[in-house]
């Protein structure tokens, strides 16, 4: 007994030293890292392996993209809100060009269930729209900035719960997909700006340039997009093509001295050239006119559109750029009051929402390739798996009918 318990004391003793060999080798050739990979009921040799032949890094390999369209299956149009002011006190009542907080909620409930989302005005110029799949698009617009009642920031630099563009931007926090985009048509020459907001009053106090300035800065980089609405809000009727040129360009200078203010200037960068008329007044004279269609904004950014208005028993729809009907000239827009909220309601299975259709993976390489694009519309098309349609993917439009599919823009 004794001598056997000697036995399995030399065995174990040889196992051991054996096992030791390789620790020694591997302490010779400077891999100390391994040394406790091999102990005893450890798996050293994969370590080892792994360790004295380092797998070279592979080249990444591209991941495949998926990509995914948006098909309408009838021309996008748009409805397009127009508000002014906004009154801040519990109870108010909404009239003519003043919506109380409480009824501006109210449609943007009404205008969610109803299944509308936000889209931006400058995408749908330029023949982008966002929404999310089944949604329908509303534009909202407002005139006459800057006010306090219409944007203003509190303590936390956030939009106030005590403004129009505060309400919209809490209620997009409560419903993501109703998404947020606004554009904001200012006349920095004919006012100044309520930064202090206390009991229940808009007060005009020190700083209020900067207060302004701030919010406006928000707002550019929240998408609450500012748009020239002339400095001093005139009737352009009564206006000589100098004096409108000059409205212009004063309104935009201000705002970019606004942005200087607050050291962003570089915002200005990328703004949109968008024109409403004052009291929906077109200048006199042809020259007058061609003064609108030609301006250009200090960033040498052309006209994209004029906006005009007009109350819910006018009502139209804006059509995508791509239709025949499309005049950036005479972008129509609505008053936005009930009447106004119920008939966009009312028509809401006229103005249709987009379907999704899924095209696959793609080579990151092949996504920017009209070409390939259009081969896997295609099939989708003939398996029967995407209707036919206007599709759009990224930056791409292609009409896809029974003639087969065709690259609309760019
Ligand atoms: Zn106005």
Redesign the pocket.
Known sequence: MKHARCFLVMILFLFMLSACGPMLAEAGLGFSPVLHATRPNEQGPELRIATLTPTPTPAPTPEPVKLTATVWQAIPRVPILMY?RFDVQPGATSYAYTTSLSDFEGHLSSLYEAGYSLVSLQDWLDGKIDLPPGRRPLIITI??LFYGDQLSLDENGEPAIYSGVGTLWHFYQNHPDFQFHLSL?Y?FGDKQYANTYQNGVFLVTDGWRQARAEAIAWGIEHDAVPAN?FYR?PFLNQLSPTQIEWELSENDKALREALALVGKEALAEGLPNIL?L??VVWPATEAGKQVLYDYRSPEGVPVAAILEADEATNAKLLPAPFSTDFDRWHVPRINARWGAIDLIRSLKDEISAPEICKLGKFDPSHTERPKRIMEAIQARITNGRCPMGLYMVNDFIFQADSNGVTQISP
């Open positions: 002014h005139d006459d048509f006349n609405h809000h409403a004052p009291y």
